[in-house]
T-cell receptor
Framework: DAGVTQSPTHLIKTRGQQVTLRCSPK?????VSWYQQALGQGPQFIFQ???????QRGNFPDRFSGHQFPNYSSELNVNALLLGDSALYLC??????????????FGPGTRLTVL | EDQVTQSPEALRLQEGESSSLNCSYT??????LFWYRQDPGKGPEFLFT???AGEEKEKERLKATLTKKESFLHITAPKPEDSATYLC????????????FGSGTRLSIRP
């Protein structure tokens, strides 16, 4: 059973460029969440997608956008890259629950470096 | 606002020396508290979910406990391969699906 997969593994961009990161959830999962993790910090919630819609968003500017496809995979897009966007970007998948909690399982991450 | 504070920031132990990591949290209605392990440059690996005060869960040398304000991750007779950053996170009813992470505890086990 494949876990959460992300691509690419590493990416180098320059300021002002745009980037797209991709995520495939764990088999049987229908919800994808994206996080940004700066060096030495815990992951910060960017947004969550369920049923192809953005359901919740953290404190990130509109330069960060996403998409979820019918097969539950997801993309994270970042426009007008800034040096401060350099980080490890993590995708997590889960099963949507109306009660209780939804444990999230993480992928290996994409390391983005902005020069 | 939901908050998570982990201590200590870093902990160095000798192989076999047991200890505990602390996670203090503030949340308006706890849906779940999570512990993850993260190796350098990799994604967090799920360890435990705790739902209510008094609950305990164990896995190999790790045991997680939960009170109304704190969670502890006890590590018994650690081995060098237990070296990693341990992350605590909470999900509250007011924040829906959003999970709030602490900054983690970097654990180093010397042989």
């Amino acid at each position: 059973d494949a876990g959460v997969t992300q691509s690419p593994t590493h990416l180098i961009k320059t300021r002002g460029q745009q980037v797209t990161l991709r995520c495939s959830p764990k088999s049987g999962h229908d919800t994808v969440s994206w996080y940004q993790q700066a060096l030495g910090q815990g992951p910060q919630f960017i947004f969550q997608y369920y049923e192809e819609e953005e359901r919740q968003r953290g404190n990130f500017p509109d330069r960060f956008s996403g998409h979820q496809f019918p097969n539950y995979s997801s993309e994270l897009n970042v426009n007008a890259l800034l040096l401060g966007d350099s980080a490890l970007y993590l995708c997590a998948s889960s099963v949507r629950r109306t009660s209780g909690t939804d444990t999230q399982y993480f992928g290996p991450g994409t390391r983005l470096t902005v020069l | 606002e939901d908050q998570v504070t982990q201590s200590p920031e870093a902990l160095r132990l000798q192989e076999g020396e047991s200890s505990s990591l602390n996670c203090s949290y503030t949340v308006s209605g706890l849906r779940g508290l999570f512990w993850y392990r993260q190796d350098p440059g990799k994604g967090p690996e799920f360890l435990f979910t705790l739902y209510s005060a008094g609950e305990e869960k164990e896995k190999e040398r790790l045991k997680a406990t939960l009170t109304k304000k704190e969670s502890f991750l006890h590590i018994t007779a650690p081995k060098p391969e237990d070296s990693a950053t341990y992350l605590c996170a909470v999900q509250g009813y007011s924040s829906a699906s959003k999970i709030i992470f602490g900054s983690g505890t970097r654990l180093s086990i010397r042989p």
